[in-house]
């Protein structure tokens, strides 16, 4: 079964640079999901998506922005990278229609040096 | 959740034998529920769910037990096998929001 995709998986960028995540969710998902992960913490939820509009906000930094795109894939886009952002990025996205199971990529591991 | 740093609560427990591990939910009016395994550098893999209106649910090998007057969950894995170390999350989904606030994980050490 095809399975939340994530782009790109690694990632270096110095600081003050821009990074920008893709993630394209399970075929007829319509909800995304964006969570960061820094090393032996929990998953923390930045911000997520429904029917391409902004749905529920977390702790998502001003520095960071992201959008759903008519195709329903989202983007996760970080300005003035800073050392703390080093991080494992999540999407997950779920068919909301039918409940409310999320499923989660592999990742993009971000490294700011 | 809150961050725990590098010091993950662990659980170490014999290859066979049953695992439980706990977790305490925040949010009263979180009514969806979920559990899941994360292997290290991995994303979070689903499990098994719950919603507010069951207090057990079983899966294969696995059972959710919530307690909602004292928000707490558990996860009971039957015979637990070496490839059930990981660390593991709990997921609750507050009442008509698009978020999941994640517990504090437990890491599953099983002994050969």
């Known amino acids: 079964a095809a399975g939340v995709i994530q782009s790109p998986r690694h990632l270096i960028k110095e600081k003050r640079e821009t990074a920008t995540l893709k993630c394209y969710p399970i075929?007829?998902?319509?909800?995304v999901y964006w969570y960061q992960q820094g090393p032996g913490q929990d998953p923390q939820f930045l911000i997520s998506f429904y029917e391409k509009m902004q749905s529920d906000k977390g702790s998502i930094p001003d520095r960071f922005s992201a959008q759903q795109f008519s195709d329903y894939h989202s983007e996760l886009n970080m300005s003035s990278l800073e050392l703390g952002d080093s991080a494992l990025y999540f999407c997950a996205s779920s068919q909301n229609w039918r409940g409310n199971t999320i499923y989660f990529g592999e990742g993009s591991w971000l490294t700011v040096v | 959740g809150e961050s725990v740093g590098l010091h993950l609560p662990t659980l170490s427990v014999q290859e066979g034998d049953n695992s439980i591990i706990n977790c305490a939910y925040s949010?009263?009016?979180?009514?969806?529920f979920i559990w899941y395994k994360q292997e290290s550098g991995k994303g979070p893999q689903f499990i098994i769910d719950i919603r507010s209106n069951m207090d057990k649910r079983q899966g294969q090998r696995v059972t959710v037990l919530l307690n909602k007057t004292v928000k707490h969950l558990s996860l009971q894995i039957a015979a637990t096998q070496p490839g059930d170390s990981a660390v593991y999350f709990c997921a609750e989904n507050p009442s008509g929001t698009y978020k999941y606030i994640f517990g504090t994980g437990t890491r599953l050490k099983v002994l050969a």
């Open positions: 949010n009263s009016a979180s009514d969806y």
């Open positions: 075929p007829r998902h319509d909800t």
